[in-house]
């Protein structure tokens, strides 16, 4: 089946920065969504995105959908440490197929 | 139920013995799924409910593993002759719509074999 793959793998961020994470596949995508599971904790879902070109925001969160549908990125404004945690995308359509996820650490 | 619920939260088994993993899901949510995390790595994929459709065993990673779920609501996750390498969290998600809709997780069981 399709895979999605994320990239980094580690996200170590210096608090107030700015920074990206990235969710490719090899083919096109019927939607993607994002989930963010804190340590110790279950995923819980952020985003649906569904559209060519989608753009969605979420306070300090930004999520886009690639014009082809084969990518994803969510980029984080002013990281705070309430920011850390594993971030997975996942792509819909038939069933959820998560990606590896990025390990988000904070450093105050 | 609010949310899914899983029971038990924590298993700790003797290798060999057979472990039987509950999964409540939301109320109407015709999509279950399991999926298995390991120590700080990813989800893994085991399988997949859709109402009364065949379930998606593709993830399943031996026979020991099998998956049941009655009257399109509890699911029942079960491991026989358990492995030390079968240690890991399994977590069980619901959804309204097959891969379209938000997936609602449990907090998961933790299982451990000694």
């Known amino acids: 089946g399709q895979q999605v793959m994320q990239i980094p793998q580690y996200q170590h961020v210096q608090e107030g920065e700015d920074f990206t994470t990235y969710c490719n596949s090899s083919?096109?995508?019927?939607?993607i969504q994002w989930y963010k599971q804190r340590p110790g904790g279950h995923p819980v879902f952020l985003i649906q995105?569904?559209?060519?070109?989608e753009v969605k925001k979420q306070k300090r969160l930004t999520f886009q959908f690639g014009e082809a549908k084969k990518n994803s990125s969510l980029h984080i404004t002013a990281t705070q440490t309430t920011d850390v945690g594993t971030y997975f995308c996942?792509?819909?359509?038939?069933?959820?197929?998560f990606g590896a996820g990025t390990t988000v650490t904070v450093r105050a | 139920g609010a949310g899914v619920s899983q029971s038990p939260s924590n298993k700790v088994t003797e290798k060999g013995k057979d472990v039987e993993l509950r999964c409540d899901p939301i109320?109407?949510?015709?999509?279950l799924y399991w999926y298995r995390q390991s120590l700080g790595q990813g989800l893994e994929f085991l399988i997949y409910?859709?109402?009364?459709?065949?379930?998606?065993k593709s993830g399943l990673p031996s026979d020991r593993f099998s998956a049941e779920r009655t009257g399109g609501s509890v699911s029942t996750l079960t491991i026989q002759r358990t492995q030390q390498e079968d240690s890991a969290v399994y977590l069980c998600?619901?959804?309204?719509?097959?891969?379209?809709?938000?997936?609602?997780f449990g907090q998961g069981t933790r299982l451990t074999v000694v």
């Open positions: 998600a619901s959804s309204v719509l097959r891969g379209e809709g938000k997936a609602f």
């Open positions: 083919t096109t995508l019927s939607n």
């Open positions: 995105l569904v559209k060519s070109g």
């Open positions: 996942a792509e819909g359509g038939y069933k959820l197929s």
């Open positions: 109320s109407g949510h015709t999509a």
């Open positions: 409910f859709q109402g009364n459709s065949a379930p998606d």
